[in-house]
């Protein structure tokens, strides 16, 4: 008896604190990426502001990648975690993110964190 | 056609017996070159690095430099063999990948590259009629490092291998590259694909020890293959298992003779050639050719080989110099070590 009654005590506080812990990950995660796709949309909205005042020709594909990557970050469920193409759709803003990057010739060191590995010589 | 072959941060041009080395460009990365691609039109060569550039080359036609050390003053006119032409110039560097560039390649258009990488990523980029570069994709399809890419022989379709046991294939949608296939099967690290002439099939090597052959069913296809919407569906329709003993690093499919070479870790390359009654739905391949090592009096070090194929010969030409350069028909066998990479001589 002792021991049911110890088994249920050890899993009902086990819960409680893996419930937090989720928690705790899981917002940390979240402001995580939410941190990084705030800082792309931040540079591309700066850099569409920027390049609309060079009607050069060559900057046209730039605007066009500006305004994709613009699009699919406004278009990203902030709402849903459970969305199912979450990380597909996360690996897509940050390709197009470096696609752009390159086009402006800016390096893309981005770093949030130990994710990335900088090169190393 | 056979090109250069890289070495450890500098490309000589041409080496091996009855080839001379023209140049060595040596100022262009600071780790290892990977892999080079002549392009299309012959003018332009591209090399990925592991110093996570790409550096495009082009031939110089006019112009010509003064062999240094002279062992005199300069006489007038100079002597002949002291003169040469200039060696491929660094045009431009492509950089963005994260890290080391395991592999490029030119699409047959010749305005298209695409480079990949251990960062997981695949990069194509555009040139235009001024030489300038741009990226115009950054594909994050992959979940491990992508060790090799390859287009299409004549449309404007990508695939690449990758350490995450799967082939993927990608193509232009709507003014964006997106990845329209994924070809599972393989259980291990994919290393090289290969298209045959046509491009309806593609032949993969796998760390696996198998090669498989995969087919191209379009949406409507009279075998009945579910298709989503307008993209084709690649299913594997062979799969050579049993000939390899070690990882196979790289396959090539002769555009000539329908012929699949293999490059293996157990240092031979093996040729398999499709059986006369085979069906092309289900085709059965077999061994023509298998070259192994009769003594090893190599280094431990990989050599890089390229073999190419005239109809029933095969030429290895191994990178290092001191190597003799090796050839073998049916009946020969003499290998050198662990071949990688293997091309045909169209």
Redesign the interface.
């Known amino acids: 008896r002792f021991h049911g009654e110890g088994y249920q005590e050890g899993y009902a506080e086990g819960s409680h604190a893996g419930v937090v812990e989720g928690r705790r990950y899981g917002s940390l995660h979240g402001a995580k990426i939410g941190s990084e796709i705030g800082c792309y949309l931040g540079f591309a909205l700066t850099w569409q502001c920027l390049l609309q005042k060079c009607t050069d020709g060559k900057n046209s594909?730039k605007i066009?990648a500006l305004d994709?990557l613009i699009g699919m970050i406004q278009k990203f469920p902030y709402e849903d975690p459970t969305y199912d193409k979450l990380q597909e759709d996360l690996?897509?803003i940050?390709?197009?993110f470096?696609?752009v990057?390159?086009?402006l010739n800016i390096q893309?060191d981005f770093r949030i964190g130990a994710e990335?590995?900088?090169?190393t010589? | 056609g056979a090109g250069p072959v890289a070495g450890a941060g500098s490309i000589p041009l041409s080496p091996g017996q009855g080839w001379s080395c023209r140049a060595v460009l040596g100022e262009g990365h600071q780790r290892t070159v990977r892999r080079v691609a002549w392009s299309p039109c012959g003018s332009y060569l591209a090399s990925a690095s592991f110093d996570a550039t790409t550096c495009i080359w082009k031939k110089q036609e006019d112009g010509f430099e003064v062999r240094t050390p002279l062992p005199e003053p300069f006489p007038c006119p100079p002597h002949p063999l002291l003169i040469s032409p200039l060696p491929p110039q660094c045009v431009t560097t492509l950089e963005g990948h994260e890290n080391e560039v395991k592999s490029v390649a030119w699409a047959p258009s010749g305005t298209l590259l695409a480079t990949c990488s251990r960062d997981k990523s695949v990069w194509v980029w555009e040139v235009d009629e001024e030489e300038e570069y741009e990226c115009v994709s950054v594909l994050n399809s992959h979940t491990q490092d992508v060790k090799h890419v390859v287009w299409h022989p004549n449309q404007e379709l990508l695939a690449s291998a990758s350490y995450d046991d799967t082939v993927k294939l990608y193509h232009e949608e709507e003014d964006d590259w997106v990845c329209c296939a994924t070809l599972e099967g393989h259980e291990s690290t994919v290393w090289s694909v290969a298209f045959d002439r046509g491009g309806e099939r593609l032949a993969s090597c796998s760390d696996d020890k198998t090669v498989r052959i995969w087919r191209c069913y379009k949406p409507g296809n009279e075998e009945g293959v579910a298709c989503s919407g307008t993209d084709p569906t690649w299913k594997c329709i062979c799969n050579l298992s049993g000939y390899h003993t070690r990882t196979i690093y790289d396959v090539a499919w002769c555009h000539l003779t329908g012929a699949l070479a293999t490059a293996c870790g157990d240092d031979a390359i093996r040729v398999f050639e499709e059986s006369a009654s085979s069906d092309p739905r289900q085709p059965t391949f077999g061994l023509a050719a298998h070259a192994a090592p009769l003594l090893s009096l190599c280094s431990n070090s990989t050599l890089h080989c390229s073999a190419s194929v005239l109809r029933t010969s095969v030429e290895a030409e191994p990178s290092r110099k001191k190597r003799p350069r090796v050839s073998f028909s049916r009946h020969m066998s003499l290998m050198a070590r662990a071949v990688f990479p293997v091309s045909f001589l169209e």
Do not use: A, P, T
């Not at chain 1, 990335?116 to 090169?119: A, G, K, V, W």
């Open positions: 594909k066009r994709l690996e897509k940050r390709g197009k470096k696609q990057c390159s086009m893309s990335r590995s900088s090169l010589f």
